[in-house]
């Protein structure tokens, strides 16, 4: 499948009484392909995934898969406890229809390179779809060097990806010089998107496109297309929220600028909880300002239902 371009790590939306909100989910997906996203992932940790059932997951996936229709790819993200659940849910998102899986290091236990490697290595071969490793020592405390990201690409075909999110952009080009274009990779850490275009990422798993694609992708896109001036513009009027991906309230603070934008509502799952008092208003001042000076060139979109 194809890993570049903009593909949101979309957040789940919840309903009053915290339930998926698949109705919004679904119009959520096609509005972000609508506004130029080439795919969709499901399930990460900005979908709070360590919230959800199985069974949650699963209808999960059935709606992204039902929403895209074929018009971009529908990454599962697989993290569990045990690698008997990962390999399971591995399986089911294959059964749903999903076009690739993101694979994450177990939750909790933070295990030796042997054992991740097992882990990971499990899920890459539970099923035929293309695979993206998720790097993403800061969050989980496991770090996938990049030799031994090296040594899994050269044991397994369908690992096809990388989301690079140490915060480093150096791992970026470790891993090119390494494997040269044997792997695509997407930077995964908002606010190190050009950073990481400039060293060799062809992707983005992006946060802040969850409310603002359009100009998520012409941010992408001119870095992309080595358009220096414009990208750097953009990238500077954008910061302060690209910023608000790399903290660990990220959910709430990403569900908020949606939320100020008219894409969904800042629900969470305990044990989070949604910001309240000076930390509210300080983010909301934020996010209004940055709303304010938005650049002309972001397109107009349709909002769509505050739920």
């Not at 009484?17 to 989910?25: K, N």
């Not at 360590?50 to 971009?72: M, N, P, Y």
């Not at 399971?88 to 229809?97: R, W």
Request: glycine residues 8%.
């Amino acid at each position: 499948m194809n890993w570049n371009g903009v593909m949101p790590a979309v957040t789940t939306p919840f309903t009053r009484d915290l339930g998926v909100d698949h109705r919004f989910l679904t119009e959520h997906c096609r509005w972000l392909l609508d506004n130029g996203c080439t795919g969709i992932v499901a399930l990460g940790s900005l979908g709070e995934g360590a919230t959800l059932s199985v069974a949650e997951k699963q209808d999960i996936l059935r709606t992204c898969v039902e929403a895209a229709q074929g018009r971009g790819p529908v990454v599962a993200s697989i993290s569990a406890l045990t690698t008997s659940e990962a390999v399971a849910l591995a399986k089911s998102a294959t059964d749903l229809g999903c076009d690739g899986l993101m694979v994450l290091p177990p939750y909790v236990y933070k295990g030796d390179w042997r054992e991740m490697k097992a882990h990971v290595a499990a899920v890459f071969c539970a099923t035929p779809l293309s695979c993206m490793l998720y790097n993403n020592p800061v969050a989980y405390g496991t770090d996938f060097l990049p030799q031994q990201i090296q040594e899994l690409a050269a044991e397994h075909e369908n690992f096809q990806a990388v989301k690079e999110s140490s915060t480093d952009a150096r791992r970026v080009s470790a891993i090119r010089a390494l494997l040269d274009h044997r792997l695509e990779i997407s930077v995964g850490v908002d606010d190190a998107v050009l950073e990481a275009i400039g060293v060799g990422a062809t992707g983005w798993v992006a946060g802040l496109a969850n409310a603002l694609p359009h100009d998520s992708v012409e941010l992408f896109n001119c870095g992309i297309n080595g358009e220096a001036a414009k990208a750097f513009a953009l990238y500077r009027w954008f910061l302060p929220l690209l910023r608000m991906d790399t903290v660990p309230n990220f959910v709430q603070l990403i569900k908020l600028v949606q939320s100020e934008v008219g894409i969904g509502n800042p629900r969470v799952r305990p044990p989070r909880l949604e910001l309240v008092g000076g930390e509210l208003e300080q983010t909301r001042k934020i996010i209004r300002d940055a709303l304010l000076s938005r650049p002309q060139s972001a397109a107009s979109f349709t909002l769509l239902d505050r739920k």
